[in-house]
């Protein structure tokens, strides 16, 4: 019987590419035998990064730059998460877009809150062309931004280069760019703290022409002062509101044409349900309405 160190290449290939394995597994994986080691370099399947960067140490994103640069020898990664706010000083800075430079291209998901201002000593345009290379793995793209000059929603955002991006989750602010033509569901995260700006959620219904999934998930400060109404894009089909204290933003929403509602509701508010929604969705016998809700589990009913 032969060794395990031995294990033929297209085994360790399979076995690598269904095992999910993290990023600390690949490399003690890479680490049992200098034939295995071989094997990793020559493996590209991707690797699992667990903690957001901004979560681990400089010595640990050393660690990582060097497990994936001289032990893995660069495959591209599932998910990588990070928040500009934590790196304040000028060395953290430059380990960050330093890291992200090298891999941030590879990811196939995306997840960062920007604040858009660097250290001292420090270039904010060596953030801002990090956004600016092509992502032709990325197919999630969660981004929250703190502050957001104009000049921001007009960065060449990935060089319009993002052929397999299908989800782009927002927080705050939404804005388009040539990188989401290919979108298909959008995801929106109210804050109870503030009213989101009526152009942002416009650019969401108007600029995005090939919506198929629509999400929008808390509530915002004071939606009563919403007085602008939005049209479903013809395409869509399916609106979900998630985590929702009641359906007034609902009834800003012309969704007739809309095939699936469904409404969640949050279980720490008294949910209410407005007539104006409900006189709607009556005359509406195409839709086919999910409302969630109940203590300890949810319940479901269907309007038609």
């Keep these: 019987m032969s060794p395990i160190q031995q294990l033929p290449q297209d085994v360790f290939v399979h076995m690598i590419d269904v095992g999910a394995f993290s990023f600390e597994d690949r490399v003690s994986i890479a680490r049992v035998s200098k034939h295995w080691l071989q094997q990793s370099r020559s493996c590209k399947a991707p690797v699992t990064i667990s903690k957001p960067l901004d979560e681990l140490t400089l010595s640990e994103i050393d660690d990582l730059d060097f497990g994936l640069s001289r032990i893995l020898h660069g495959p591209s990664i599932v998910h990588l998460a990070f928040g500009t706010a934590e790196f304040s000083r000028p060395r953290e800075f430059r380990t960050l877009t330093r890291f992200l430079e090298l891999y941030m291209f590879t990811a196939q998901s995306v997840e960062c809150v920007v604040t858009w201002k660097a250290p001292a000593g420090c270039d904010l345009n060596d953030l801002a062309v990090l ?17 957001f ?16 991006l299908t989800t782009v989750a927002f927080t705050r602010v939404a804005f388009f760019c040539q990188a989401f033509a290919n979108v298909r569901t959008v995801l929106f995260k109210f804050s109870t703290s503030y009213n989101v700006r009526v152009e942002h959620l416009d650019v969401i ?8 999934e629509l ?4 509530n915002m400060a004071d939606e009563s ?6 049209q479903a894009p013809s395409t869509l089909e399916t609106l979900k509101l ?11 929403v012309q969704h007739s044409a809309v095939p699936l509602v469904i409404v969640d509701f949050a279980v720490s508010y008294n949910q209410y349900f407005s ?10 016998p195409a839709i086919t309405l999910h409302l969630h809700f109940d203590r300890g589990g949810w319940g479901e009913d269907q309007a038609h």
Excluded: K, M
């Design 131 to 147: 956004f600016q290379s092509p992502a032709p793995n990325l197919t999630r793209f969660d981004i929250e931004l703190i502050t």
């Design 149 to 164: 000059p104009d000049r921001s929603a007009n960065l060449r955002w990935f060089d319009g280069y993002a052929p397999v």
């Design 205 to 212: 219904f108007t600029e995005f022409r090939h919506l198929v």
């Design 215 to 218: 999400i929008f998930e808390g």
């Design 225 to 230: 002062a919403f007085t602008t109404s939005f």
């Design 242 to 252: 998630v985590n929702r204290r009641d359906t007034n933003f609902l009834d800003l």
């Design 275 to 284: 007539t104006v929604a409900l006189e709607r969705l009556s005359a509406q």
